[in-house]
């Protein structure tokens, strides 16, 4: 699987974003798939994940209830909508993709695929 992230850029606080990634290779219609951060100095981090059929959601404390995940089976592409983005959240954004689907796979956060990181930067 080959996962290709977009979107990223330089915003102000309290401005919003939306990231995509679209996947290629194989379908992903059967897989979870999610989203990671890492900023500079710090490891990479879990964002948000969502389960195969969109029907499960999981969200890092950090990020909950301004972040939206949501997916597209047909068009094997998933994004993060962004909103009252905070400095705080400027980091490279990689989107993953499970060998799995389910809620067990999606509790525990695994994801075997990854893509190229896009930017988020967040002015004060």
């Known amino acids: 699987v080959q996962l290709q992230a977009s979107g990223g850029g330089l915003v102000q606080a309290g401005d919003s974003l939306r990231l995509s990634c679209a996947a290629s290779g194989r379908t992903v219609s059967s897989s979870n798939m999610g989203w990671f951060r890492q900023a500079p100095g710090k490891e990479r981090e879990f964002v948000a994940g969502i389960n195969w059929d969109g029907g499960s959601t999981d969200y890092a404390d950090s990020i909950k209830g301004r972040f939206t995940i949501s997916r597209d089976n047909a068009k094997n592409t998933q994004w993060l909508q962004m909103n009252s983005l905070k400095p705080e959240d400027t980091a490279v954004y990689y989107c993953?993709?499970?060998?799995?689907?389910?809620?067990?796979?999606?509790?525990?956060?695994?994801?075997?695929?990854w893509g190229q990181g896009t930017l988020v930067t967040v002015s004060s």
């Open positions: 993953a993709a499970s060998r799995y689907g389910g809620t067990y796979w999606l509790n525990n956060r695994k994801y075997d695929y």
